[in-house]
């Protein structure tokens, strides 16, 4: 089943070349299914990048989805162009009286800051109050996922010596869980982060369970309230050439940066990277759309709760 996205939207042709099979708006108003409503809090910088490494791996679901994006009022991008968003994102507050089956909220470039210094924090916690009662299951990332983390359950963050930057092999600590339908004994995630979380403080929570963490990297994937929350650290979402990007934005700019670990052939950037997670995030998506969103939202969207 395809995706059903804003018309217009960047990514559809993107994704067309790729084969993925997408649909938008007008088309869809044709059909009569009730798609799954997943609303997607793009708080990174490059969105339209976002957007379609997002929309890639929830493409390969058998489910139909049907799209919408959210910004914050309090904050404005200052990399995507003022009519993107005004064409493709509503503001929270035009949203916050509808319900949805998912919702995805992504990484952001505040992590040097206290979260109670980022700007736009007062919204946040409003968004994150709001998703308790009005999402079926929430997925948090990178920045979201240890910001939800701290505000819905106390856990700090702690600043890292060096970022941890590359793709870092995975353990799932409970593989019999439905989020983990398909997986090895071993996945990788690409990781590009300055702070993190630790385990001894997640322990302390009894309505934390840590379900995937590696020697490298530490604690990779919290869920709660029986998989209405997931946190994850990383980034199993990233195309394959993302950490070449930040990795070769940052030599330029002179930041000091080490090479992305486990990421290049024979640890040569001129060789390109390996990729080794996508088949992992296509199951890690596809599975949470199956087993903890739509096995689990009501058939009449305005039931959860």
């Known amino acids: 089943m395809p995706l059903t996205l804003p018309d217009r939207l960047p990514a559809i042709d993107l994704l067309k070349q790729e084969n993925i099979f997408v649909m938008d708006t007008s088309r869809a108003s044709t059909q009569d299914i009730r798609p799954l409503r997943i609303v997607i809090l793009n708080l990174m910088p490059l969105k339209i990048t976002t957007e379609t490494d997002l929309i890639r791996v929830l493409s390969n679901s058998p489910l139909q989805l049907e799209l919408s994006f959210m910004k914050i009022k ?14 493709f994102y509503h503001d929270f507050e035009l949203l916050r009286h509808e319900k949805f089956d ?54 700090p963050k702690y600043p890292l010596s060096a970022k941890m930057f590359g793709i870092f092999p995975q353990k799932p600590l409970d593989p019999r869980l439905p989020i983990f339908r398909g997986f090895d004994d ?22 934390l369970t840590i379900i995937a963490e590696s020697d490298e990297s530490g604690v990779s994937i919290v869920m709660a309230r029986e998989g209405r929350e997931f946190f994850i650290t990383g980034h199993l979402e990233y ?43 296509n199951l890690l998506f596809t599975n949470w759309l199956n087993y903890y969103v739509y096995q689990e939202t009501p058939y009449n969207i305005d039931a959860i709760h």
């Open 186 to 207: 071993v996945f990788f995630m690409p990781h590009s982060r300055h702070t993190e979380i630790h385990r001894d403080d997640i322990d302390a929570v009894p309505e």
């Open 239 to 281: 195309s394959p050439l993302t950490l070449d990007t930040e990795y070769k934005r940052d030599l330029a700019k002179g930041l000091p940066i080490a090479m992305p670990r486990h990421y290049y052939r024979a640890d040569t950037p001129s060789l390109g990277p390996v990729v080794t997670w996508r088949a992992h995030a």
């Open 102 to 155: 998912g919702m995805i909220i992504t990484g952001a470039p505040v992590e040097h800051l206290d979260f109670e210094d980022v700007n736009y924090w007062a919204e946040m916690e409003e968004i994150f109050a709001w998703a308790r009662t009005h999402v079926t299951s929430t997925l948090y990332i990178c920045w979201a996922a240890q910001a939800g983390l701290y505000y819905h359950y106390g856990i």
């Open 74 to 87: 309090s904050h404005t991008s200052k990399n995507t162009p003022i009519e993107h968003m005004r064409a």
